[in-house]
């Protein structure tokens, strides 16, 4: 089957659901629970995109990624960790955007090829592929969050009770800390993948770090992210200074690969 269908079958389940979970949650006031059959639906795109990422990406003869393999990767994995975590927690508020979001990246891939890795065997290459996208797909998720946090501290400021999706959401204080477990997950995760980067661009080209776009929009985001960590624990930084912290790092993470290599492949024809 051609990549274009599969990819766009699994883009157009994404759709569908974003509408039906915006239908359901943020149109009526009495927003359910999760529904058994909604997990199931939600889990067939994610099996049908998995399979074919892993297909293009590690199953080709050709290791190629580019910024439409990291958006779509990015994304995949983000929708993952959150049908896990509502399986745990009321936060199906959060699935419109993101379903909607993962619905575009999703087929991203069948129309940009990315560019071939100087390196496709190496292992150590994958490990810092796949760390690198994990570290995304975890600040993509906390990033969510927050908004969500934002606009139930706006609703909680303007109207005395909270109906539908955010009525249903854990308590405001429980949220935030999830928040910065994950902020905190994620920067281990880009901290172990700088390293990794480090060390393979060591052994590799002979140098351990290259001043390139890439290489300071990664390392000021993890400044960003890393002082926001020390801010909430010394300083309680909560609300309106977290949220913007949180942003302004994630806008950095996105413009280190997905940004330049947007750049790059499409603006500049340099795949």
């Not at 000021?220 to 309106?240: A, H, K, P």
Request: aromatic residues 12%.
């Amino acid at each position: 089957m051609p990549d274009i269908v599969i990819h766009g079958i699994a883009a157009t389940a994404y759709l569908v659901l974003a509408w039906h979970f915006w239908n359901t949650r943020w149109r009526n006031a009495q927003a359910p629970r999760l529904r058994l059959w909604e997990s199931a639906a939600l889990a067939l795109p994610l099996v049908i995109q998995g399979a074919a990422l892993y297909r293009d990406i590690f199953g080709a003869p050709e290791l190629r990624f580019g910024f439409a393999q990291a958006l779509a990767v990015m994304m995949f994995l983000a929708v993952l960790m959150c049908w896990i975590e509502a399986l745990f927690l009321p936060i199906e508020a959060i699935y419109p955007l993101l379903l909607a979001l993962a619905a575009i990246c999703a087929p991203l891939p069948a129309f940009f090829a990315g560019r071939m890795t100087p390196d496709p065997v190496s292992f150590a290459f994958r490990l810092h592929l796949v760390a690198g996208m994990l570290a995304y797909s975890v600040f993509t998720v906390a990033m969510l969050h927050a908004l969500l946090i934002a606009r139930l501290e706006r609703r909680l400021h303007g109207a005395p009770g909270l109906d539908g999706p955010l009525g249903e959401l854990p308590p405001l204080l429980s949220l935030e800390r999830l928040v910065f477990v994950l902020i905190g997950a994620a920067f281990a995760v880009l901290t172990a993948t700088l390293a990794l980067g480090m060390l393979y661009s060591e052994a590799f080209i002979g140098r351990a770090m290259r001043f390139e776009h890439k290489t300071v929009f990664v390392v000021l985001s993890w400044l960003i992210f890393g002082l926001l960590l020390v801010g909430r624990w010394r300083y309680g930084w909560r609300g309106r200074t977290a949220l913007r912290w949180t942003v302004t790092g994630f806008v950095l993470l996105m413009l280190a690969y997905p940004g330049s290599r947007f750049v790059l492949e499409v603006l500049l024809h340099r795949a």
